[in-house]
RNA sequence: GGAUGGUUACCCAAGUGGCCAACGGGGUCUGACUGUAAAUCAGAUGGCAGAAGCCUUCGGAGGUUCGAAUCCUUCACCAUCCA
């Protein structure tokens, strides 16, 4: 078992509060409740809330459950929470436009999904689920009352996303108001020691949660706040609205290649926030990119290694590296690829449209314009060319198709 | 309840009778260059059509006109401000 010191050590490893103060006030209170746990017995009960607005969780998601899984590893209580009621709201933090509201099935749907992803991280066993609107659905006007009265509307505005909405006139909902206070229920009916978030997440973690649950009479949660991985294009926060994220939920192949494909100064960010590697990898791995001694792509080549073999074992990810070796370093073509038999005298403008590798006709015969369609190697200048004896398109860098005649 | 503004392609946004398949930016795609990327440069970006050309699109429906994203009528939705 490891140390007090030792287990806040690892706890608050990659926390990012913006505000030296909250940090040390947090840490230090994070110390005393492992203290009185170690005295009790009793775990800590932690939790952090994902809100399954999109089906699928990415990379950016499992920094926080990364958290979890270490505070579960050390023996405490995990509840990995699905917010099918506050999705419903929409929380507002970080945004400069009310979202979109999103229908309960899909929020259903999407919330059974994500605990199956989660799982790739989390131990299944020791993991709780637990979906919000079990409790906020009965929740009572009264009660709402009851805790709005310790929160202003000043206070809610002031915070930037609002500010900044209420300066440029875009609209305000009340119902945005309610977000903070439903999450800060959910720590308050979880019983929360502590909760686990992303650092937009300041707000409602630790300004409302902690608010509702003195309310209550209760020990406010400890605020284990992470920062925000950005996305493949190394700027923006991963999020699926954006298009940028590397799914959890896909193929080693796949995750091995987006992660190749993030920017070069992103590579430190994700290395320690979605790696399990040691403080001392971390630092090795980052001397080495300052110092040079380490190649910009060899290092990429190692995360990317890393972040894939942590979800698909080593097996996979050495695959998907040579896969990503063999097609993008030497330009071969890869050795798995779709199939596609040969039904009569089609053009290649046709098996171009029929295997989704253009969305029209229209785009197919630009691609062949944009000498971006090779049959075995060979740029394809005429759109109905025929492909009589089979052989391997190619349209871009990256889309493959193995051409079968029939017999 | 009153006043005003708005609804344009994936997103933002220009266009206020013909030169509009619709400026510009973002995104995306292709090519070049690379270290795989990023950055940079070039091109493309509704559909059908081997060229010409045709068809569909500017919130919905109807109308005026030789001709409408642009004018009129009407419906729907959204927002800001003042009560």
């Not at 775990?43 to 607005?53: A, F, I, K, S």
């Not at 459950?65 to 023996?75: A, E, S, T, W």
């Not at 925000?228 to 700027?235: F, H, K, M, S, Y």
Request: hydrophobic fraction near 35%.
């Amino acid at each position: 078992m490891l140390s007090i010191d030792e287990r806040v050590e690892l706890l608050m490893r990659g926390t990012e509060y913006g505000d030296s103060g909250l940090g040390s006030a947090m840490r230090e209170e994070l110390r005393e409740r492992l203290i009185e746990s170690d005295r009790t017995g009793v775990p800590l009960r932690v939790y952090c809330g994902y809100d399954p607005t999109s089906s699928d969780l990415h990379l950016g998601h499992t920094i926080s459950m990364r958290k979890l899984k270490q505070f579960q590893d050390l023996g405490n209580e995990v509840y990995f929470l699905i917010g099918s009621f506050t999705s419903l709201i929409g929380d507002p933090s970080g945004k400069d436009k009310a979202r979109p509201l999103v229908s309960k099935e899909e929020v259903f749907e999407n919330g059974r999904t994500y605990a199956e992803q989660a799982f790739r991280v989390l131990d299944r066993a020791k993991t709780k689920v637990v979906y919000n609107s079990d409790w906020l659905e009965k929740v009572t006007l009264e009660e709402i009352f009851h805790i709005a009265t310790h929160f202003t509307a000043q206070q809610i505005l002031a915070r930037d996303n609002f500010a900044r909405r209420m300066e440029s006139g875009e609209p305000i909902h009340l119902h945005e108001f309610f977000y903070p206070l439903s999450q800060g229920y959910d720590a308050h009916h979880l019983e929360a020691d502590v909760q686990v978030g992303g650092n937009d997440q300041l707000y409602n973690i630790v300004t409302a949660s902690r608010k509702v649950m003195e309310a209550y009479g209760q020990k406010p949660n400890i605020g284990i706040l992470m920062p925000l991985l950005p996305g493949t294009d190394g700027v923006q926060k991963m999020s699926k609205s954006l298009g940028n994220t590397i799914p959890i939920h896909t193929n080693a192949e796949d995750m091995y290649g987006k992660v190749m494909s993030i920017p070069d100064a992103t590579m430190p960010l994700y290395a320690t926030l979605t790696t399990e590697w040691s403080n001392r990898e971390l630092a090795a791995f980052e001397t080495g990119l300052e110092t040079g001694s380490l190649h910009p792509r060899d290092a990429k080549m190692q995360l990317a290694y890393e972040i894939t073999r942590l979800f698909y074992g080593d097996a996979e990810a050495s695959a998907a590296q040579d896969q990503f070796v063999a097609t993008f370093q030497k330009g071969d073509i890869p050795d798995e690829m779709p199939e596609y038999m040969l039904e009569g005298d089609e053009t290649i403008l046709d098996i171009l449209v029929a295997n989704a590798m253009a969305g029209s006709k229209s785009q197919a015969r630009r691609l062949i314009d944009q000498q971006g369609v090779k049959l075995d190697g060979v740029t394809v200048t005429d759109a109905w060319q025929r492909v009589e004896n089979g052989g391997v398109l190619q349209a871009g860098k990256r889309h493959f198709l193995r051409i079968k005649k029939a017999n």
